[in-house]
Antibody
Framework: QMQLVESGGGVVQPGRSLRLSCAAS????????MNWVRQAPAKGLEWVAV????????YYADSVRGRFTISRDNSKNTLYLQMSSLRTEDTAVYYC???????????????WGQGTLVTVSS | EIVLTQSPATLSLSPGERATLSCRAS??????LAWYQQKPGQAPRLLIY???NRATGIPARFSGSGSGTDFTLTISSLEPEDFAVYYC?????FGGGTKVEIK
């Protein structure tokens, strides 16, 4: 069955960097755009970034543009989120989620990974 | 950017009752309105896409309707496992969520 498994979360100091990974299985990874969505503690969902099937198109939320970079390695069926200049307000569970189409038009999200917690704290 | 407003924030109902959740968009974009269910400690789960299409494996008691700026998620008869938080989503925007709790 389709599965997404995130990793790489942890505790990091403000201003530092962290890279998240999302390993995909059970579907043709390079046939779909992929997203990152986050959820701060006891808060709602916030879309973070999307990348097209081949990595050529990438879009970001205003809150992370210029600090986060989404990328993918289709040979490894893996999605990444490189996060730099982290702020306390970036503390959240980060989910990867598949888009239904190949282009980065952000439609709906299915399936979702189980999430990985990033805590930015001194 | 589209702002999605969900109402009510909390819905207190008993098992077997009908739940009606609303999602209003600040502007009309498309019919790509999706609904998700999230239980504590779990990832969100897609229920409805394109405003009215049930995702694979979703029970028929869940239905979506609406177009333009007004959308509705209806749960025809609440089961114990349906008490959760529900989010609507359109493009990069999510609503603030509706918590369906046991009365």
């Amino acid at each position: 069955q389709m599965q997404l498994v995130e990793s790489g979360g942890g505790v990091v100091q403000p201003g530092r960097s962290l890279r998240l990974s999302c390993a995909a299985s059970g579907f043709n990874f390079d046939d779909y755009a992929m997203n990152w969505v986050r959820q701060a503690p006891a808060k709602g969902l916030e879309w973070v970034a999307v990348v097209s099937y081949d990595g050529s198109d990438r879009y970001y939320a205003d809150s992370v543009r210029g600090r986060f970079t989404i990328s993918r390695d289709n040979s490894k069926n893996t999605l990444y989120l490189q996060m730099s200049s982290l702020r306390t307000e970036d503390t959240a569970v980060y989910y990867c989620a598949r888009d239904p189409f190949i282009v980065a038009t952000i439609n709906w999200f299915h399936p979702w990974g189980q999430g990985t917690l990033v805590t930015v704290s001194s | 950017e589209i702002v999605l407003t969900q109402s009510p924030a909390t819905l207190s109902l008993s098992p077997g009752e009908r739940a009606t959740l609303s999602c209003r968009a600040s502007q009309s974009d498309s019919s790509y309105l999706a609904w998700y269910q999230q239980k504590p400690g779990q990832a969100p789960r897609l229920l409805i896409y394109d405003a009215s299409n049930r995702a694979t494996g979703i029970p028929a008691r869940f239905s979506g309707s609406g177009s333009g700026t007004d959308f509705t998620l209806t749960i025809s008869s609440l089961e114990p496992e349906d008490f959760a938080v529900y989010y609507c989503q359109q493009r990069r925007s999510f609503g603030g969520g509706t918590k369906v709790e046991i009365k």
